[in-house]
């Protein structure tokens, strides 16, 4: 079981799961003292959003085996530790498990439903079509992570108070992806990708241009919704600010120092996603 454990990322999945609540929290701006009602959808969405990204995880794999033989030798598929028929079947039951768990919450909010059609469409068309297009993969990539906010924001019954956590998260991820791919240019298959097609300094630029319009992004909760000057303000301010900092830490060397810029990259997110919940004690 360890194999299939690695397999389906695990961090990954907390990120989402963790994200999925923290959209909820935001929405209701209640910080932890949500009635338990609340709590049952928020963690039936977060498991929901953790088994399709789980799938979409597998399933990625699955169809990347030739180009992870070059770029991730030590994945379970190319290793031989799980076959591709047991990977296969794993992401038919992860699909059919996501989709039942949010079904009592579909019945009360139903836009978790659309959220969630929309979702998995566009992950299967990502993995089966836009993957290959390069830069087009990237936005659906970037489009599926800001969803997840919006997925919890939805369940709490508010998503429109997510857009601009959601926009964050689209530009983040939109940088990291590019990074991925610069750093997976010599092993990729199959792929026309943004620094294949255009070369890594016009990718750097790029997501040096997604990180900076992130940032300015970063400051429409305190022009909307938050009081710079309430405790929750002045916490998001704070951490907001570590994880901008960070952010621009992982575009500063590119096309250099790949790897590294990937892994501050993740670190910003996971700073952002605080900030996030401080302002759910606004």
């Avoid at 799980?82 to 949010?102: H, S």
């Avoid at 290959?132 to 906010?149: D, E, I, R």
Wanted: overall charge neutral.
């Amino acid at each position: 079981m360890r194999a299939e454990f690695r397999l389906v990322r695990p961090a990954n999945l907390g990120v989402s799961f963790v994200g999925t609540i923290v959209g909820g929290l935001v929405a209701k701006g209640l910080g932890v003292s949500v009635g338990p009602t609340l709590w049952v959808y928020l963690v039936l969405a977060g498991l929901s959003t953790a088994c399709v990204t789980a799938a979409g995880n597998v399933l990625n794999d699955v169809l990347d085996v030739e180009g992870d033989r070059t770029n991730h030798p030590d994945r379970p598929l190319v290793t031989g530790e799980v076959t591709v028929d047991r990977a296969k079947g794993l992401v038919v039951g992860l699909f059919i498990v996501g989709l039942f768990l949010v079904l009592p919450v579909v019945a009360v909010a139903p836009l978790v439903g659309w959220i969630l059609g929309v979702a998995v469409v566009c992950l299967l068309a990502y993995e089966f079509l836009l993957k290959a297009q390069g830069f087009v993969g990237n936005l659906v990539v970037a489009f599926l992570t800001a969803m997840v906010f919006l997925y919890g924001g939805a369940a709490a019954g508010n998503a429109v108070l997510l857009l601009p956590f959601a926009g964050m998260a689209f530009l983040a991820t939109l940088s990291r992806e590019v990074i991925k791919d610069m750093e997976d240019v010599r092993g990729d298959v199959g792929r026309t990708t943004l620094p294949m097609a255009y070369g890594l300094p016009f990718s750097s630029r790029l997501a040096q241009l997604s990180v900076g319009a992130a940032i300015i992004f970063s400051s429409v909760p305190l022009l909307w919704f938050v009081s710079v000057t309430s405790a929750a303000g002045i916490i998001y301010l704070g951490l907001v600010a570590v994880a901008d900092v960070i952010f621009v830490v992982s575009v500063v060397y590119l096309p250099g120092r790949l790897h590294y810029e990937q892994t501050m990259s993740k670190v910003a997110m996971t700073v952002a996603l605080f900030a996030f919940l401080a302002v759910a004690f606004r």
